[in-house]
């Protein structure tokens, strides 16, 4: 079954201690995003990745790492997490080869991340 | 600055009737994609419909169509014959040419039996 799938669904945690989330997609995708969604402010993206080893920053990237060495994951690292990285997080891909010029986004269940 | 603005937060519909929820758009690109997003309860985002901001017709999706006013950067849904299950966050979403995304605030739209 085509999917995208992140671990953990669900996470409390304390400020500063670093934690990541791992995104996984088995559709063979290039591009990857991640995406945090916050009530009243919908989805903002934290980052985007073209390929493996490329990355680029989306419109919401402090507080965030993330990386791309395979092209199946695309982990989110938060190296000191502080409250306001309280969030619901989604991991997307999408194909960008010829004939997929909708290049339409598959987005993984979400993780729920409480930081206190 | 790209923006994405959908300005009715909550927005209800009798089952059977048809309702229309707005977006409007800016961006100086010329090549850009819009889409509808769902999310149900279940949190999922489900794909509903998407325009190529190129083409001139209307996309449509079975019960669920757009109207799309590139002058004006209106991108608005239809859904005809609403269903409960149609109940759910709404999201309009701009891509650019850079693949760079930019998600509106969302409609939650509930439709009533």
């Known amino acids: 079954e085509a999917q995208v799938t992140q671990n953990p669904r669900y996470l409390i945690t304390v400020t500063g201690k670093k934690l990541t989330v791992t995104c996984s997609q088995n559709m063979n995708h290039e591009y990857m995003s991640w995406y945090r969604q916050d009530p009243g402010l919908g989805l903002r993206q934290i980052y985007y990745s073209m390929n493996v080893e490329v990355t680029d920053k989306g419109d919401v990237p402090e507080g965030y790492k993330v990386s791309r060495k395979e092209k199946r994951n695309f982990p989110l690292i938060l190296e000191s997490p502080s409250p306001n990285q309280t969030s619901l997080y989604f991991c997307a891909s999408s194909s960008l080869g010829a004939g997929s010029s909708y290049n339409e986004q598959f987005f993984g269940p979400g993780t729920r991340l409480t930081v206190l | 600055a790209q923006t994405v603005t959908q300005s009715q937060p909550e927005m209800s519909v009798q089952e059977a009737e048809t309702v229309t929820l707005s977006c409007t758009y800016d961006?100086?690109?010329?090549?850009?994609?819009l889409f509808w997003y769902k999310q149900p309860p279940s949190r999922q985002m489900i794909l509903v419909i998407r325009q190529e901001a190129y083409k001139q017709q209307n996309a449509t999706e079975n019960r669920f169509s757009v109207n799309f006013q590139k002058a004006a950067k209106s991108f608005s849904l239809k859904i005809s014959d609403s269903q409960l299950g149609d109940t759910a966050m709404y999201f309009c979403?701009?891509?650019?040419?850079?693949?760079?995304?930019?998600f509106g605030t969302g409609t939650r739209l509930k439709v009533l039996a």
């Open positions: 961006t100086s690109e010329n090549n850009y994609y």
């Open positions: 979403a701009l891509r650019r040419g850079t693949y760079k995304y930019i």
